[in-house]
């Protein structure tokens, strides 16, 4: 089923949007459920996978502390991972049944472009999220985050000289418990940010929500998400048609059957043609006589006016032989039979004499 990805600055109120849709998506999947025949199994399956799921802490995407060796900082190999960790979560549920919300920083375009790709190679949809906030505003929150820490470490400490055990009792009833960035980590990863493009097939469709939207905006913006990825606005995804693998001849392998007609074609007509030259030679299309093409069907082989030998037929044999290894001006043939490997290597021949006269 289709992957949402969700994207915006650090500390725009990703992660909140990020639940809000997943509990829209719950409530839509339930009520399609009971409005359904009577069965039980809910028709989709539904996934969220963030930093916080995963376990991945926010200081593997900071390569500004010093202590870090400087292959460490230049290879970025923590955020690597910790993408690589992400990648895989979404992998392992892409199914037909399975709705995928990736709540995460998502700041590469590579990175979308790969999760495209996922998402595609899976026949399924994806849309990306964006959270639209200014970045003062973000600034303020992840400044906000970290007072907060900071007055949270003060308390423990006083607790911890003053009543021993305390620090066990000192709960934060707050719900924002999201963690910060640390302020030179926060300001990389804005300068580092690469907005979503709605011109580029793996940005979109692409909605937008802003901090100052409320929560009817969300939820119709929300239910326009649910059109594209479930609904009636949902698009059939085809894979792409130039990694799709062509039929081959069921006899043999493609390049054996290439070598094995050019040569019987190469053959018959050194059997058929008169020293003179100038012949019109028949060959039959299929020479089994089974399959696409019957025996009765056959090709004509316009000869020049002087006799082809050998030397000749081979240099346009291997010429034909290099053009069609990979399949490649095939396309339009179909299957690649043997049938029409003659019939579209006489045609060669034919034209290479034509330019030879």
């Known amino acids: 089923m289709p992957l949402i990805i969700v994207t915006g600055l650090p500390t725009s109120g990703k992660s909140t949007r990020a639940k809000q849709l997943h509990d829209y998506f719950?409530?839509?999947?339930?009520?399609t459920a009971t409005t359904a025949s009577s069965t039980s199994t809910p028709k989709y399956r539904?996934?969220?996978?963030?930093?916080?799921?995963?376990g991945i802490q926010r200081a593997v995407y900071d390569l500004s502390p010093a202590e870090l060796p400087a292959h460490v900082r230049s290879a970025n190999a923590s955020e690597k991972d910790a993408r690589a960790a992400l990648y895989g979560a979404v992998k392992r549920v892409l199914s037909p049944r399975d709705i995928v919300i990736l709540d995460g920083l998502n700041y590469i375009k590579g990175w979308r472009y790969q999760l495209f790709c996922e998402a595609k190679n899976m026949r399924t949809p994806s849309a990306v999220l964006q959270i639209g906030?200014?970045?003062?505003?973000?600034?303020?929150?992840?400044?906000?985050?970290?007072?907060?820490?900071?007055?949270a470490a003060s308390d423990a400490t006083v607790n911890e000289?003053?009543?021993?055990?305390?620090?066990n009792n000192n709960d934060n009833d707050d719900d924002d418990t999201e963690e910060p960035y640390a302020p030179a980590n926060w300001d990389n990863l804005v300068f580092r940010y690469e907005e979503p493009n709605p011109m580029t097939r793996w940005d979109s469709p692409l909605f937008t929500l802003i901090w100052e939207d409320d929560e009817a905006q969300a939820r119709d913006v929300f239910a326009k998400i649910w059109d594209v990825v479930a609904?009636?606005?949902?698009?059939?995804?085809?894979?792409?048609?130039?990694?799709?693998?062509r039929d081959?001849?069921?006899?043999?392998?493609?390049?054996?059957?290439l070598e094995r007609e050019t040569q019987d074609v190469v053959k018959r007509i050194l059997e058929k043609q008169s020293p003179q030259g100038g012949d019109e030679i028949t060959l039959p299309r299929n020479p089994g006589g089974s399959g696409e093409g019957g025996e009765g069907e056959m090709l004509v082989v316009e000869l020049p006016m002087k006799r082809v030998l050998l030397p000749e037929l081979q240099r346009h044999r291997r010429a034909f032989v290099a053009l069609n290894r990979g399949g490649i001006g095939l396309e339009a043939v179909g299957k690649l039979a043997?049938?029409?490997?003659?019939?579209?290597?006489?045609?060669?021949?034919?034209a290479a004499f034509e330019k030879e006269d």
């Open 26 to 31: 719950a409530e839509r999947i339930a009520s």
């Open 46 to 54: 539904l996934h969220l996978i963030s930093d916080q799921t995963q």
């Open 133 to 151: 906030c200014s970045v003062d505003r973000a600034r303020g929150v992840n400044e906000a985050r970290l007072e907060k820490r900071r007055e």
């Open 161 to 167: 000289k003053n009543v021993p055990g305390a620090e």
């Open 231 to 245: 609904g009636e606005a949902r698009k059939v995804v085809r894979p792409n048609q130039s990694t799709v693998q």
């Open 248 to 257: 081959k001849d069921p006899g043999g392998d493609y390049l054996y059957v």
């Open 338 to 350: 043997a049938a029409r490997l003659r019939e579209s290597f006489v045609g060669y021949l034919n």
